[in-house]
């Protein structure tokens, strides 16, 4: 089955602590996105890769870091420079037409 | 202004009915048109996307584009309880097809 999964579902972490988000994807998409999501939000676009070794900031950065030394692999990491960490984490890859698909995501939870 | 609006509802409507979903947007540049939808605790499903002005029909959903008055809606024909979710509409920014810009969405609860 062709898709993206995120690991793990649930995250809890201190405060100070970097941590790292999972994403893999098998539907041979070049494109893959972080997002985060607060209660009652849009979504909001963190970073963003449109091939191997090459990635971009989205709109909330700062705090985030992120490779992709594979086509089928984007981890973020969530440093301890990110001010409100706490959020649902979503990831998504896309074909060159544009629709963006999404994996199941991560709910972190920093205290 | 934000550049792209969502009345956040809820909006309800009985089972059967059509439910009209809006969004508008900033962008003039906007080429491609996206909506979601997202069950609670859960995350976004790509419902349908649009790119030409008029509409396009998949089964019990439509989308529908007019960029001279940059507004997008989706109408969701004979509801259903399980269509009960936030919808989020989704435009792509126009200096790049790859980032696209969220709606806050708008929560449609299909009553019984």
Redesign the interface.
Known sequence: DGGITQSPKYLFRKEGQNVTLSCEQNLNHD?MYW?RQDP??????IY?S?IVNDFQK?DIAEGYSVSREKKESFPLTVTSAQKNPTAFY?CAS?PPE????????TRLTVT | QKEVEQNSGPLSVPEGAIASLNCTYSDRGSQSFFWYRQYSGKSPELIMFIYSNGDKEDGRFTAQLNKASQYVSLLIRDSQPSDSATYLCAVNRWDSSYKLIFGSGTRLLVRP
């Open positions: 494109a997002y009652g939000q849009g979504l909001r676009l963003y449109q989205g979503l896309s544009g629709e963006q698909y999404f994996g199941p995501g």
